[in-house]
């Protein structure tokens, strides 16, 4: 008998308190918003096919990083882009992604060197996810009384600087990570550009998502908030509304 999964995704973006622009962008289902979302947005749908949700985290300057971000939601959420939607699907189209904004980015000056992180999740109709990352974009869960990083920072251990980006002017070969698990129920997955974990303690983020809050991606910003918003911070929550069997 097979069952049919219903999913929430919550999403908020801020620019924080430094930055005059928000750099990152939210992509599901071909559809990105990036700007200023400072209340959650939420919405929910039945999962007949794989479908995506991603956070990417703009890096060239303001116009590149908006259109890098943009770009990059656009093109890995868009319905049927995906093919399998298995682990080597997705490489291959993030490696596209990036192939692209590269050749993007070479037409115009002002987006030289234009890139972005990514990370996301594809959701299955039996209730399972397969969470990706480039980057150091991260995403989290609660495993019983901790909060796990299901992703791997993409990050040189001496410079801190990123050894995995989409585009950013480099023809590499992407190894994009992957983590196999049942779609949670709330608080559910956490998908968070860099501006969170940057500013805020790592308990105080764990805190706040083991209350697990109506209020919860607004508790997580104003978190980073706190610690200075020295960057565009994201936040968005994706996790199983409802299941049951069909057929």
């Known amino acids: 008998m097979a069952v049919m999964t219903r999913v929430r995704i ?53 116009a590149a990083g908006e259109t890098a971000s943009r770009l990059a939601a656009t093109l890995i959420t868009a319905p049927g882009a995906l093919g399998p939607a298995t682990t080597q699907s997705v490489t291959a189209l993030l490696q596209q992604v990036s192939d692209t904004i590269n050749d993007v980015a070479v037409k115009d000056p002002a987006l030289t060197g234009m890139g972005c992180t990514v990370v996301g999740a594809v959701l299955y109709p039996g209730g399972t996810a397969l969470v990706f990352n480039v980057g150091d974009s991260r995403c989290y869960r609660v495993e019983g009384q901790y909060l796990a990083q299901l992703s791997v920072d993409h990050r040189d251990a001496t410079s801190n600087g990123l050894t995995q980006a989409l585009g950013g002017g480099g023809r590499i070969f992407l190894e994009p990570d992957f983590f196999e698990c049942r779609l949670p129920s709330e608080p559910g997955l956490l998908l968070c550009s860099d501006g969170l974990d940057d500013y805020a303690d790592p308990l105080e983020i764990e805190k706040q998502v083991l209350s697990a809050g109506s209020t919860l991606e607004m508790d997580l910003r104003d978190l980073a908030l706190r610690g200075g918003g020295g960057d565009n911070v994201t936040i968005v929550s994706v996790n199983t509304a409802e299941e049951r069997a069909v057929g």
């Open 10 to 62: 919550t999403a908020l973006t801020h620019r924080g308190l430094v930055r005059d622009h928000n750099e990152d962008c939210v992509g599901w289902s071909g559809w990105a918003f990036n700007g200023e979302v400072t209340q959650p947005v939420s919405m929910e749908m039945e999962i007949a096919a794989p479908s995506v949700v991603v956070v990417c985290d703009g890096m060239g300057g303001h």
